[in-house]
């Protein structure tokens, strides 16, 4: 099986730190390979500013699982990143780009099992002309632009004992009711519910259903979207034989007695699904993009600037995406074996 490929993330935040404690951490964790797409000279500036010893090797993809355990393999990129941490560069954007884009293309070649994001800064990239609301946009283009037909990326927070979905993710609170749509729930439940079963390896997938009203809109007193959009997205899913169920009052359904009922919960906003998800496992929940035809992981938080270059970031949620990715990309070979 392929190494994983790591991108560096923004360079200025705690991406490099936590991919250099990452390795360091390899033979304690039991870590498969990966290679990192970035700069080799901002990572040995990086480890020399921590004081810690990590010894480095340019390697490429094929090279990187025979390099891994005695160095961090390093593929670097055209861009070059300036070394300035907890201050960001619009300078640097070119390069987290290109990152981005290389481990995919990698992955989607069959050069690496699955890419591996560390956290980027949005602003840094607008400034420069990026022009999609954040990573998961920019991977469903990449996946557009390589297949040469449309992708629907699903974002899911995946912990060791809650997985969830927002089903809308980065928009204002009060946009959601406006925006929200049964299709838009259906949609996000059939790629869920498909790739529970594909790569994460569970047959027969259950989904809780959130709603979007306090008491799940209490009858229509508070609030009609849960009678009138998310129940026909649920009947619509049973009818496709998935194992759906709601919509459930959100401040019921993340209790340790309630998640052994289901398998992943669909939530109608972000913080619906993040707050729970981060709050029971902080350190080991994993981004995870779903509905691309490659597998892609990230740590569950950012760019940590405040703490940027001052050798305090935990490589935990880091670990713990990786460990994902490959299980994922171990899941996906065995079926289609």
């Given at each position: 099986m392929p190494a994983l490929?790591?991108?560096?993330?923004?360079p200025s935040g705690i991406g490099p730190?936590?991919?250099?404690r990452a390795w360091?951490?390899?033979?304690?964790?039991?870590?498969?390979p990966f290679y990192v797409l970035g700069d080799p000279a901002l990572l040995v500036a990086r480890a020399r500013r921590l004081g810690v010893d990590v010894p480095m090797v340019e390697a490429d993809a094929a090279q990187a699982a025979g390099r891994f355990d005695a160095?961090?393999?390093?593929?670097?990129?055209?861009?070059?990143?300036?070394?300035?941490?907890?201050?960001?560069?619009?300078?640097?954007?070119a390069g987290v780009i290109e990152a981005i884009r290389r481990g995919v293309e990698d992955t989607l070649a069959g050069r690496a099992a699955a890419v591996v994001t560390c956290p980027i800064a949005k602003k840094p990239l607008y400034d420069a002309g990026f022009g999609f609301p954040g990573h998961t946009e920019f991977l469903g283009h990449l996946a557009e632009e390589a297949a040469g037909r449309p992708a629907t990326p699903i974002m899911m927070l995946a912990g060791p004992e809650l997985r969830t979905v927002p089903v809308t993710v980065h928009q204002a609170l009060a946009e959601v009711p406006r925006s929200l749509t049964a299709g838009m729930i259906q949609t996000a439940g059939e790629i869920v519910a498909r790739e529970l079963v594909e790569r994460f390896a569970i047959p027969s997938p259950r989904l809780a259903v959130a709603g979007l009203n306090p008491h799940a809109g209490e009858g229509g007193s508070m609030g009609k979207?849960?009678?009138?959009?998310?129940a026909p997205a649920i009947e619509a899913l049973r009818k496709r034989g998935i194992d759906a169920f709601g919509p459930l009052p959100a401040d019921?359904?993340?209790?340790?007695?309630?998640?052994?009922?289901y398998d992943a919960a669909l939530c109608m906003y972000h913080d619906q699904a993040l707050i729970p998800v981060k709050t029971i496992a902080f350190d080991e929940t994993v981004n995870v993009?779903?509905?691309l035809p490659f597998i892609r992981t990230s740590p569950?938080?950012?760019?940590?600037f405040d703490i940027a270059g001052k050798g305090v970031a935990r490589p935990d949620s880091l670990i713990a995406a990786i460990k994902l990715a490959r299980l994922l990309a171990d899941n996906a070979a065995k079926r289609s074996a």
């Open positions: 490929a790591l991108t560096i993330g923004e730190e936590i991919l250099l360091q951490a390899r033979r304690q964790q039991n870590l498969p160095a961090l393999p390093v593929l670097p990129l055209e861009n070059r990143f300036a070394d300035t941490p907890g201050i960001p560069s619009g300078a640097n954007a979207e849960d009678a009138e959009i998310i019921t359904m993340f209790h340790a007695a309630a998640r052994r009922n993009t779903l509905g569950d938080h950012g760019t940590a």
